[in-house]
């Protein structure tokens, strides 16, 4: 009798990204909000960040740089709101020479601390249960439409319902969406902030002080490294750490930045990878480690001379 197979991590789901962009940021007095920088990075870039697992992503916005290339769109006239703008992203979309995914997540260009376990979480979500959309709701349980996963059939019905009842989308409130949608509603536990938006230079400055905290600050630093120097990469930032420790102790402590860089530089020759850089991080903190131990060895037989 043979045993049956351990599943392994389920997929995640196919989806679309429309990213809203183009608001007139009249709190932060006309400025470009998508490009004001929390943490080094773009507000734009951390979203696009968060949703790169996307087969396509539409900016609606004026075209700008961008950290990963992305399609872009814009509602007519501009500045017609955020339905009128969800509308022209979805119609971008549309191609019929194209297989889509039945799913589009709808995010907002603001959100300083999505996460891609939080737009899986969405989509899981979505894919679990009897619903036309799920979205994210905050610490006080309010709705954030623009933390969503929709199925896409039903998100071009309620947009056109809306556009039937009123003539146009332009300037409608966005709780219009969600008022004949059958919703899932989920809070984040591991990521609470996710749906945190920044509307103020108020809310710029405590994002902006929330990333340098403690627990925070080196995750921050090395997502932002990985976007600028085009690394996709997830490593066991532990190991890493953890050999920096054993070349400062047990070396000389300008040899932590010069090991580090070595493994990396050897991990890269063996092909890249977790793996790889696992491989290469263990060897050089075995070799950290003799070193320590040889040096540990030579002060006692010192002390045993004296």
Not at 118 to 143: F, I, N, P, S
Request: with cysteine; net charge negative; hydrophobic share 45%.
């Amino acid at each position: 009798m043979t045993e049956a197979a351990t599943p392994g991590p389920r997929s995640a789901p196919a989806y679309d990204a429309v990213v809203l962009a183009g608001g007139a940021a009249r709190r932060l007095g006309g400025a470009d909000k998508p490009g004001v920088r929390v943490g080094g990075r773009a507000l734009l870039d951390r979203v696009l960040a968060a949703c790169a697992g996307a087969r396509d992503t539409v900016v609606v916005a004026a075209p700008r740089p961008t950290a990963r290339p992305v399609r872009w769109a814009r509602e007519e006239p501009p500045g017609g709101g955020p339905l009128a703008a969800l509308a022209a992203g979805v119609r971008a979309l549309d191609d019929p020479a194209r297989d889509r995914p039945d799913t589009v997540v709808a995010l907002s260009a603001d959100l300083p601390f999505l996460e891609p376990r939080t737009v899986r979480l969405l989509l899981d979500t979505l894919a679990e249960q009897d619903a036309e959309g799920a979205l994210l709701t905050d610490g006080e349980g309010r709705d954030q439409p623009l933390v969503a996963a929709y199925r896409v059939a039903a998100l071009r019905r309620t947009l056109d319902a809306l556009t039937g009842e009123h003539g146009a989308l332009t300037g409608l409130p966005l709780r219009l969406l969600t008022r004949d949608l059958r919703l899932a509603r989920r809070t984040d536990p591991v990521a609470p902030a996710a749906s945190f938006d920044c509307d103020t230079w108020e809310d710029i400055a405590a994002a902006r002080s929330r990333i340098r905290e403690h627990g925070h600050v080196l995750d921050e630093w090395i997502s932002a490294a990985k976007d600028e120097l085009g690394i996709d990469l997830d490593v066991d930032t532990g190991v890493l750490l953890d050999l920096a420790r054993d070349a400062a102790h047990g070396v000389a402590r300008p040899a932590a930045p010069l090991t580090t860089f070595l493994v990396g530089y050897a991990a890269g020759r063996a092909g890249g990878g977790p793996e790889a850089v696992a491989a290469a991080a263990a060897k050089a903190a075995a070799l950290a480690n003799r070193w320590a131990e040889e040096a540990a060895a030579a002060d006692a037989e010192s002390g045993d001379a004296g």
